[in-house]
T-cell receptor, first 114, second 113 residues
Framework: AQSVTQPDIHITVSEGASLELRCNYS??????LFWYVQSPGQGLQLLLK??????LVQGIKGFEAEFKRSQSSFNLRKPSVHWSDAAEYFC????????????FGAGTRLAVHP | DAGITQSPRHKVTETGTPVTLRCHQT?????MYWYRQDPGHGLRLIHY???????DKGEVSDGYSVSRSKTEDFLLTLESATSSQTSVYFC????????????FGPGTRLTVL
């Protein structure tokens, strides 16, 4: 069965520090991978997505993610975190071939210390 | 921002009462989705629609029904609300299937007493 695991429920970093949020997926076919961000009291917003091609994907707000097929991972990174990045981050996997369901991970809540 | 509205934004109801949540879009997207968000579970798909009158179940569909009579509206109904259905409900839309970007509404916070 398809699944997404985000091993870290909460992460705290200092402003200006680098960030890596982990995501592992289980999917039998070619995965379509997404990272979404949710600010408090808001809906979800797409940060970036990967379908094919270059395994390093650039997104909005200075985020990037790297697809590693051998590790079934799609980790999100940012070189220098800003206080406004405090939010909850969700990794998700979708697919082609008539599979119309996006599977989300449980999320990682990021806190940023000044 | 994608034109997606949800109504109501907040609702408190009692166990056993029917509840209908509405999602309205102005983007003319084919696909519409209802998710629920609960701590520790992320977002879980309840039902989705791939066209007018075309719907299918998600992973947590028990106790929920949906209808889509127009492209722009997707209704989620709890026939007889239970406390376990207390949650935040999100509507999303996309032009294509799960390979496409989904755009999310602001959410509806439902409390069942």
């Amino acid at each position: 069965a398809q699944s997404v695991t985000q091993p870290d429920i909460h992460i705290t970093v200092s402003e200006g520090a680098s960030l890596e949020l982990r995501c592992n997926y289980s999917y039998g076919a070619t995965p379509y991978l997404f990272w979404y961000v949710q600010s408090p009291g808001q809906g979800l917003q797409l940060l970036l997505k990967y379908f094919s091609g270059d395994t390093l994907v650039q997104g909005i707000k200075g985020f990037e993610a790297e697809f590693k097929r051998s590790q079934s991972s799609f980790n999100l990174r940012k070189p220098s975190v800003h206080w406004s990045d405090a939010a909850e981050y969700f990794c998700a996997v979708g697919g082609a071939g008539g599979y119309n369901k996006l599977i989300f991970g449980a999320g990682t809540r990021l806190a940023v210390h000044p | 921002d994608a034109g997606i509205t949800q109504s109501p934004r907040h609702k408190v109801t009692e166990t056993g009462t029917p509840v209908t949540l509405r999602c309205h879009q102005t983007e003319n997207h084919r696909y519409m989705y209802w998710y629920r968000q609960d701590p520790g579970h992320g977002l879980r798909l309840i039902h989705y629609s791939y066209g007018v009158k075309d719907t299918d179940k998600g992973e947590v569909s028990d106790g929920y029904s949906v209808s889509r009579s127009k492209t722009e509206d997707f209704l989620l109904t709890l026939e007889s609300a239970t406390s376990s259905q207390t949650s935040v409900y999100f509507c999303a839309i996309s032009e294509s299937d799960s390979t496409d970007t989904q755009y999310f509404g602001p959410g509806t916070r439902l409390t069942v007493l």
